[in-house]
């Protein structure tokens, strides 16, 4: 099988095309990213192939797609990337595999479904560790309980940062300023909405007791209930000191008064972490 690596120089990237190096179905693994040293220097360490490619370049992209097996998507955010990328590689019957942890794009892409299955070609969405691992082991928990009526997903963010300030945001902090501001889906009475993010969620955990999270845009949201038919409330959400909320909520307001962009946001939110 043949696969192609998008952004596979990439933090994200790196870790995928290693486990793809690994695997013995795979014939030919082609490292692509937009720096071509970079994707020089991973496919070096993995005896790959190399190739520059900045996916924005529909005819190369194509090209790309059309040389490959299948696809694995890691260039974020995917509210930017991931629809017209999965797009393109239906058009190239290429398979398909992201980490898209963005809802909206996921909405975008599933309603892609009629004509991938046209094309005959398989994708598969979010399939990181949130969403993707998180998914099973809602799905794991719930095999075990006679009758789900809510999931929670989340994480805490507190002294989570590792990202140096002169490397600039990657796209994983750009996702995140686009998953604090303006509405976010989520599930309350059985049906999909939109709700304000960062809004306040009490958490009643079984062993800990309660807490207090804030609600944070994500895909479990929207893909938790297609498992789970009769699940009456999904939501997302962070869990964060009070100086790290504080943060959160003044970059909010601010993207949402357009006084900030999400790039600019970004590059703040990597000085203030």
Same mark, same amino acid.
């Given at each position: 099988?043949?696969?192609?690596?998008?952004?596979?120089?990439?933090?994200?990237?790196?870790?995928?095309?290693?486990?793809?190096?690994?695997?013995?179905?795979?014939? &030919?693994? &082609?490292?692509?990213?937009?720096?071509?040293?970079?994707?020089?220097?991973?496919?070096?360490? %993995?005896?790959?192939?190399?190739?520059? %490619?900045?996916?924005?370049?529909?005819?190369?992209?194509?090209?790309?797609?059309?040389?490959?097996?299948?696809?694995?998507? &890691?260039?974020?955010?995917?509210?930017?990337?991931?629809?017209?990328?999965?797009?393109?590689?239906?058009?190239?019957?290429?398979?398909?595999?992201?980490?898209?942890?963005?809802?909206?794009?996921?909405?975008?892409?599933?309603?892609?479904?009629?004509?991938?299955?046209?094309?005959?070609?398989?994708?598969?969405?979010?399939?990181?560790?949130?969403?993707?691992?998180?998914?099973?082991?809602?799905?794991?928990?719930?095999?075990?309980?006679?009758?789900?009526?809510? %999931?929670? &997903?989340?994480?805490?963010?507190?002294?989570?940062?590792?990202?140096?300030?002169?490397?600039?945001?990657?796209?994983?902090?750009?996702?995140?300023?686009?998953?604090?501001?303006?509405?976010?889906?989520?599930?309350?009475?059985?049906?999909?909405?939109?709700?304000?993010?960062?809004?306040?969620?009490?958490?009643?955990?079984?062993?800990?007791?309660?807490?207090?999270?804030?609600?944070?845009?994500?895909?479990?949201?929207?893909?938790?209930?297609?498992?789970?038919?009769?699940?009456?409330?999904?939501?997302?959400?962070?869990?964060?000191?009070?100086?790290?909320?504080?943060?959160?909520?003044? %970059?909010?307001?601010?993207?949402?008064?357009?006084?900030?962009?999400?790039?600019?946001?970004?590059?703040?939110?990597?000085?203030?972490?």
């Amino acid at each position: 099988m043949r696969v192609l690596a998008l952004g596979g120089a990439g933090e994200m990237g790196r870790v995928a095309a290693r486990i793809l190096r690994a695997d013995s179905g795979v014939s &030919t693994l &082609t490292i692509a990213d937009r720096d071509e040293a970079a994707a020089r220097k991973v496919a070096a360490e %993995l005896d790959a192939d190399a190739r520059g %490619l900045d996916v924005t370049d529909g005819p190369a992209l194509t090209r790309a797609l059309r040389e490959a097996d299948l696809v694995v998507n &890691t260039v974020g955010p995917y509210f930017r990337f991931g629809p017209p990328i999965l797009s393109a590689a239906i058009d190239a019957r290429c398979d398909y595999i992201d980490i898209c942890d963005d809802p909206q794009p996921t909405v975008d892409m599933l309603e892609l479904d009629a004509r991938a299955k046209a094309a005959g070609v398989t994708a598969l969405l979010g399939m990181g560790a949130s969403p993707g691992v998180a998914n099973l082991l809602a799905v794991r928990a719930g095999a075990e309980l006679d009758e789900v009526d809510s %999931l929670v &997903t989340g994480w805490n963010i507190h002294s989570a940062h590792t990202e140096a300030e002169t490397a600039g945001p990657t796209a994983a902090v750009v996702h995140g300023m686009r998953q604090i501001s303006g509405n976010i889906p989520v599930t309350r009475n059985g049906e999909r909405t939109e709700r304000p993010a960062l809004e306040r969620f009490r958490l009643d955990y079984p062993g800990l007791g309660t807490g207090e999270g804030r609600s944070f845009g994500h895909p479990e949201a929207i893909t938790l209930p297609l498992a789970f038919p009769g699940l009456r409330a999904a939501t997302s959400v962070v869990v964060a000191d009070r100086p790290t909320t504080a943060a959160l909520r003044a %970059l909010r307001w601010s993207i949402d008064h357009r006084l900030l962009t999400l790039d600019r946001a970004a590059r703040l939110a990597v000085r203030v972490e």
